[in-house]
Nanobody
Framework: QVQLVESGGGSVQSGGSLRLSCAAS????????MGWFRQFPGKEEREGVA????????AYADSVKDRFTISLDNFKTTLYLQMNNLKLEDTAIYYC?????????????????WGQGTQVTVSS
């Protein structure tokens, strides 16, 4: 069973940077894709931010392209999200997730392992 633990959230001013980490334990190669999702204040649904497959091929939501970078360490056990030029609208709880599908896209229902979430707050 895959367990995911996020870290690195916090408060930052608009235009600042944060790096989120997600440590995976009990990792299985049945998990083909890992990704980051976020949940905005007062919203129930989770929005896909970025996903990456084991070959290192990433995909990004339009809202974060050219600002966020998703990556995996060489052992494929730690997922990162480098967030630059943060905006007020990036304020959310960020979740790490893993999928056993070859390409789950940004559909939360296609991800079967989730972390507990880490808060990111951007202020002016």
């Amino acid at each position: 069973q895959v367990q995911l633990v996020e870290s690195g959230g916090g408060s930052v001013q608009s235009g600042g940077s944060l790096r989120l980490s997600c440590a995976a334990s009990g990792y299985s190669y049945s998990r083909f894709v890992m990704g980051w999702f976020r949940q905005f204040p007062g919203k129930e649904e989770r929005e896909g931010v970025a996903v990456i497959n084991k070959r290192g091929n990433p995909a990004y939501a339009d809202s974060v392209k050219d600002r966020f970078t998703i990556s995996l360490d060489n052992f494929k056990t730690t997922l990162y999200l480098q967030m630059n030029n943060l905006k007020l609208e990036d304020t959310a709880i960020y979740y790490c997730a893993a999928s056993s599908l070859l390409w789950p896209a940004f559909q939360p229902a296609n991800f079967d392992a989730w972390g507990q979430g880490t808060q990111v707050t951007v202020s002016s």
